[in-house]
């Protein structure tokens, strides 16, 4: 099984070098998931877009075993400032679909996001469209300067 797997891997590693602008390889968006992996980003920031409920961080990529042709995402919603889970859990999907929309724009950087503590985020969740505008509006700020 192991054997599969790994011949697998090779082929798809094949095909990315092979064919780096095909849209199957710029499919993926990915995922931050070490703390080491964050805290490039948040030491090596290349990009930053503030806004009233967010803030969004991006550094290219620039490691070795990560395809330069995708996008990489870190949510950080913390239990702090966004008390419900059924909120932090709202922001978290409606952040990664906004993403999902514009990564053509942002195809080989790292892009951290993180909720800003603040009153407006607690009414602009009684009205989510204020939510999906406010981060629609970052992504392309932030498409535009990349």
Same mark, same amino acid.
């Given at each position: ?32 998931? $070490? ?53 932090? $859990? ?7 679909? $906004? ?36 981060? $629609? ?10």
């Amino acid at each position: 099984m192991q054997n599969r797997f790994d011949e697998f891997r090779e082929r798809v590693g094949e095909i990315e070098t092979s064919f780096p602008d095909h849209p199957l390889n710029q499919l993926a968006v990915g995922k931050l998931t $070490t703390s080491r992996e964050f805290s490039i980003v948040f030491e090596q920031t290349q990009q930053k877009v503030v806004d009233k409920h967010f803030v969004i961080l991006a550094t290219k990529i620039n490691q070795r075993g990560v395809s330069p042709y995708q996008v990489r995402l870190g949510l950080a919603v913390q239990k702090k400032k966004v008390r419900r889970s059924v909120d932090r $859990t709202y922001l978290k999907r409606v952040i990664r679909e $906004t993403l999902r929309h514009q990564k053509d724009g942002l195809i080989g950087w790292d892009i951290v996001v993180l909720v800003r503590h603040s009153p407006e985020v607690a009414q602009a969740l009684k009205h989510r469209k204020l939510i999906h505008q406010s981060i $629609t509006n970052s992504w392309r700020r932030l498409v535009n300067r990349v």
